[in-house]
């Protein structure tokens, strides 16, 4: 979990690679509507994420129930986000921690991609830390983000 461009996608992918999990990106689940507003720049609303957090838990919930790990790449900004995807005693969160500079730059980088670099300040404004998540900071390069993420997930 973390603000856009924190490195949410390729760490999660690294570690069900690792693990042999599923990898989800819950980009991937949002409604047209809700990639549409964030395409023209416009941040969504907590009415907007609602039923895309829905999905969300309900995928988590189905693989929980046959016993499939999984690591998906979501925002989670808020504590009532996570609420909503804590579906199973086994969903934990891993927090990319970066600073606004540092994540601008990145997002400054990357293209073909609908969250736009102008959104970020209101992700940051949306975050809540997570006290009861893996905190890495996102200084460290790949492989070392991922060990982090490994060893504090006890895998």
Aim: charged share 25%; hydrophobic share 40%.
């Amino acid at each position: 979990m973390g603000v856009s461009g924190c490195g949410k996608s390729t760490v999660a992918e690294a570690l069900a690679q690792r693990t042999g999990g599923e990898y989800l990106d819950a980009d991937s689940y949002h409604p047209a509507a809700n990639v549409a507003k964030m395409s023209a720049g416009i941040p969504l609303t907590d009415e907007d994420r609602a039923g895309w957090l829905q999905t969300l838990a309900q995928l988590l919930k189905e693989r929980a129930e046959h016993g499939r790990t999984v690591f998906m790449a979501c925002s989670a900004l808020k504590e009532a986000y996570r609420r909503v995807l804590r579906v199973d005693p086994q969903v934990r969160f891993v927090y990319l921690k970066g600073d606004y500079a540092q994540i601008a730059a990145r997002l400054q980088q990357r293209s073909g991609h609908f969250m736009k670099e102008t959104l970020l300040r209101s992700q940051f404004a949306s975050l809540e830390e997570p006290r009861d998540a893996v905190t890495i900071s996102i200084e460290g390069d790949r492989e070392s983000i991922v060990a982090q993420a490994l060893a504090g997930l006890g895998l």
